[in-house]
């Protein structure tokens, strides 16, 4: 443990123009694994969110709905830190901009780079939208008008104040150059490299068109620009002007998450007023990729939105963090569908993880008097599992330490599928027959309870009730709570003798086809994920993913076909399959002519073993749907090219 490391990591203050949605629970947990990460590693971890309540929109939205902005504001906020409960966010603070100790810091600061002379009175040009209440630039206008709403615009000027924010520009280049790890990932990086070397212009850091605002200290017919304030809460949460030893303590940031459509205010107007205001720069901006739905981005605006609530009370808030932690590739954009939530939690979490631990759990019940016993000689494929699960720590570590939040879980999850494989591969049921190998099979169990215990204390960041859960079954642990993430990193921690009982399934499986309301009890009890059976009846009702995954099935498109001769049944093609091509025998020349199939596309199993058939040599089968009277081959009909995967 080391106390003295701190770790500041901070979300976008969020607008609570309405209730948030999964793109900003996205960030809100990834950011809370993140934080739990760094507190399991002894970091001291100051972890901040809130919102962004002033400005043109929130006044109008409040107007909107008959009520003045505060107790508009107020009524969602609520809504936002009950949301952040129900996800167990484990924020350290909560800032709303409207608090009096932002709003100070605010004040402080826009004078401090007034007296500096970085902040100046000026005229703003440029076309206003009045039932807009928005100026745009002559370029943003379509056809000379309005680009949202299409009306007319007039040419006004307002007196503003200006921030020097060009001068600043070498300056943030030369520290974007020397400090790599500052913006993140790479390629956005780049754009806002590429963005400043275009030219920075003063920034407009007050507005006089409205109300809903932080006063400019100096001239009070302005209010401060939002972003200008918004910004300023990384600071005034920590304490800038109350609290200078626990300012001092985090400042600056170790890193600010957010999604890429607010990095530039990140990582260009933030570190130029930084630098204004004399105060070191973040370590690290760090843009996520967007969730998006089939329609496009989700946005309030648009009505598309997810409400995670609702996510939460059907499928549980272990199994929504883990889709969304897992769900963005580094840096991408995703799709979000009710149906990949659901194949997460059967593939990974029931399948894979949850019939780890009850497979384990019941075999351990069953062949050991239900406690852990102690482990043998190591074999070969007990070292082999050993090292998965050691590469797997080293793995999840620096993946988390770069934020590459998919990567980590998918390591984690490599783990569960080799420990998973092991267990086909030792055969635990065949050596229970033997009282010879009672040892070996000991060993086995021993190995296994260390896997689950190694996979949980790495998922634990993400789902934060697993470890208890999965205590209840098999008693790993004394206090929860004091979980350290080296523990995983170690070998050999389990306990013998640590008792194991029978628990309840950690994650039903979801029908989906019944899966329109809330889930229900009766699907849990059709297909329990616990086998009440034996694992060798087990064994042939499940495959896992990796079993999956090995068979290879690809687009292949055929080129030719034709009847073998003297076989009524047999079919010869020739596929394209990418760059190469193969034959295939097929016995269906019963169903289809050679000439109802030359063109089309079909699917075949690449990696089946080759075999001769009357003398030709089938490299593969491809797939039909039968049943007692027809044969209907599998095709695909839209322009995906021969040589992709199925999967
Ligand atoms: N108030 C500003 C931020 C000020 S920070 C000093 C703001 N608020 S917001 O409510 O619009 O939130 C934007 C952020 O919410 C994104 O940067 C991202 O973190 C999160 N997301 C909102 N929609 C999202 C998706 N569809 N997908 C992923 N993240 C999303 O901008």
Redo the contacts with the bound molecule.
Sequence with gaps: MNQSKTYYIT?????P?DN?????A??TVAADCLARFKRMQGYDVFYLTGT?EHGQKIEKVARENNKDPKSYVDAIVANIKELWKTMLITNNDFIRTTEPRHEKVVQTLFQKVYDKGDIYLSKYEGWYCTPCETFFTERQLVDGKCPDCGREVELLQEESYFFKMGKYAPRLLEHIEAHPDFIQPESRRNEVINFIKSGLEDLCVSRTTFQWGVPVPMNQKHVVY??FD??V??LSAIGYLDNPEQFNRYWPADVH??????LR??AII?PTLLMAMDLPLPKKVF??????LEGG???KSKGNVIDPRVLVDKYGVDAIRYYLVKE?NYGQ?GFYSEEALVNRINFDLANDLGNLISRTAAMIIRYFDGQIPAPGQAAAVDEELKQAASRAYEEATRQLDRLDFNAYINGVMRLVGRANKYIDETEPWVLAKDPQQHQRLATVMYNLAECIRIAVIMLTPTMPTLAQRVNEQIKFWEDVSALTWEEAGQWGLVRTGTPVQKGEVLFPRIDMKKEDTAVNESVNQEKPAVAEKTEEKKENEYITIDDFARMDLRVAEVISCEKMPKADKLLVLRLKVGDSERTVVSGIAQYYQPEDLIGKKVVLVANLKPTKLRGTLSEGMILAASDDERVEVLMVHSEIPSGSRVK
């Design positions: 979300t976008p203050i969020y607008y123009s948030l949605h999964i793109g900003h996205y960030t962004d939002v972003w918004a910004l809460n990384y998450l957010m999604a890429k459509d607010i205010f990140h933030w843009a996520h990729g967007w969730i998006m981005k989700m946005s963005l954009d």
